[in-house]
Antibody, heavy 122, light 107 residues
């Protein structure tokens, strides 16, 4: 059974850092692109960024470029999101998801975790 | 970035009804569109990709159509478990973008 389990969410002050983790079971992350997607309270879904199997090629949405970094540890079957310089507008549930690659960088998400809530507030 | 306009934002219907949700892309995205269902407190679930291809296990009352810029998700014969939120997503290029969502409620 495929499972993605996020952790590391919580309350953080504006400007602070937070690191999220996603531990995967049921497949090997080394074979897949992986993404982070977030959802502000009561709002829609926003893709944050993703990372290729080799951990080198990465893409981010403009609003987090330079502040967020995605990384992975294939032997630990895990994905990470390092968030720095957090803002109130980063408050959201953060999901990790497995990317289904169609061609080039065209990908959708075929498995999702349950999410972890990040609250940025003073 | 490609913009996706999803409508309606909310929809009230009864069990057994047929409903349609629409997504329009700001440019041609061929068939690079997926649909997801999300229930409260849960991660989204993939329903359809390639605009019209079912994910394994998805009931046949769900169907998707369209290509280019205009896409639809149709649910025929609503079941109680279908009352949820629905999102479309373009994957033609980065950044990957979702529609604003449609909340399907019981009338």
């Amino acid at each position: 059974e495929v499972q993605l389990v996020e952790s590391g969410g919580g309350w953080v002050q504006p400007g602070g850092p937070l690191r999220l983790s996603c531990v995967v079971s049921g497949f090997s992350v080394s074979n897949y692109w992986m993404s982070w997607v977030r959802q502000a309270p009561g709002k829609g879904l926003e893709w944050v960024g993703n990372i290729k199997q080799d951990g080198i090629e990465k893409y981010y949405v403009d609003s987090v470029k330079g502040r967020f970094t995605i990384s992975r540890d294939n032997p630990k079957n895990s994905l990470y999101l390092q968030m720095n310089s957090l803002r109130a507008e980063d408050t959201a549930v953060y999901y990790c998801a497995r990317d289904f690659l169609v061609v080039s960088v065209a990908m959708f998400f075929d498995y999702w975790g349950q999410g972890t809530l990040v609250t940025v507030s003073s | 970035a490609i913009r996706i306009t999803q409508s309606p934002s909310s929809l009230s219907a009864s069990a057994g009804d047929r409903v349609t949700i629409t997504c329009r892309a700001s440019q041609d995205i061929s068939s690079y569109l997926a649909w997801y269902q999300q229930k409260p407190g849960k991660g989204p679930k993939l329903l359809i990709y390639g605009a019209s291809t079912f994910q394994s296990g998805v009931p046949s009352r769900f169907s998707g159509s369209g290509s280019g810029t205009d896409f639809t998700l149709t649910i025929s014969g609503l079941q109680p478990e279908d009352f949820a939120s629905y999102y479309c997503q373009q994957y033609y290029n980065h950044p990957l973008v979702f529609g604003q969502g449609t909340r399907l409620e019981i009338k």
